[in-house]
């Protein structure tokens, strides 16, 4: 079992809510600002979908699949699944690898992501040849992750945040002997591809008119690129 599946298993109790209290509530109109790079009646997929926060935050698309690793996140997404609050779109969930998509060419107008890239980093180019395979053409990968800011200040707060309080917050939540995970969470932002780095890579593995956004000083940004 890979070290992320083992973590998610872990932490899927209550992932959604370390999520909000960690992001000051913020995490939830992250995920919603992809909704804008979506086209009424796309056919999705949500690529490490955890608890399918993310899918349930679109509204505008037919359908969304999502798909994860972590049998734990998915058992939560598919209680989720059934509320009211949730049926803006058909949404289906499914356990699988992201390295080994279990659908064919061409099948989604889109795939999304969100806070999963940073686990992939590995295996990036062969996993995006898989993602790359699964769009349509002229259809879209848009990938929400965390960054590291520019300005110099602002970046200290945010490591001296993840350094003391993510760890915190998570021995609260988990208690002490899960907090290794949050270090491990904290080294994955910290040690992830810049931002030239990620366009440069789409780019390379065929995404034309790649492009990123910050949100909140550079915290988190979104990446996008058609196929
Ligand atoms: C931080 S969670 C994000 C969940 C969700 N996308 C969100 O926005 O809250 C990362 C998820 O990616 C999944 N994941 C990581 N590597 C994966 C892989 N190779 N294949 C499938 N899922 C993966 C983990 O199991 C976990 O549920």
Not at 204 to 222: A, E, Q, S, T
């Amino acid at each position: 079992m890979e070290y992320a599946q083992t973590i998610f298993n872990d932490l899927a109790k209550r992932y959604d809510f370390f999520c909000q209290i960690a992001s000051f509530f913020l995490d939830r109109f992250w995920r919603k600002r992809i909704n804008s790079l979506i086209e009424p009646g796309e056919i999705i997929l949500d690529l490490g979908t955890g608890t399918g926060e993310l899918a349930f935050g679109i509204n505008k698309a037919e359908k969304i699949i999502g798909i994860d690793f972590s049998w734990e996140m998915l058992k939560n997404a598919q209680l989720k699944n059934s509320k009211p609050a949730n049926q803006h779109n058909e949404v289906e969930f499914i356990a699988a690898d992201a390295q080994r998509i279990p659908f064919p060419v061409e099948s989604f107008n889109s795939v999304v992501s969100g806070f999963v890239f940073r686990h992939l980093q590995k295996n990036i180019n062969m996993i995006l040849k898989e993602i790359y395979r699964v769009i349509k053409p002229e259809g879209k990968i848009i990938i929400l992750e965390f960054s590291r800011p520019e300005f110099a200040f602002w970046r200290k707060i945010y490591y001296l945040y993840l350094d003391v309080i993510i760890p915190l917050i998570g021995r609260i939540l988990f208690g002490k002997e899960k907090v290794k995970y949050f270090r491990y969470l904290q080294e994955t932002i910290i040690n992830f591809f810049s931002v030239g780095e990620l366009k440069m890579i789409l780019s390379n593995n065929g995404f034309r008119k790649v492009g990123y956004y910050p949100l909140m000083g550079g915290v988190v940004g979104i990446y996008y690129g058609f196929k």
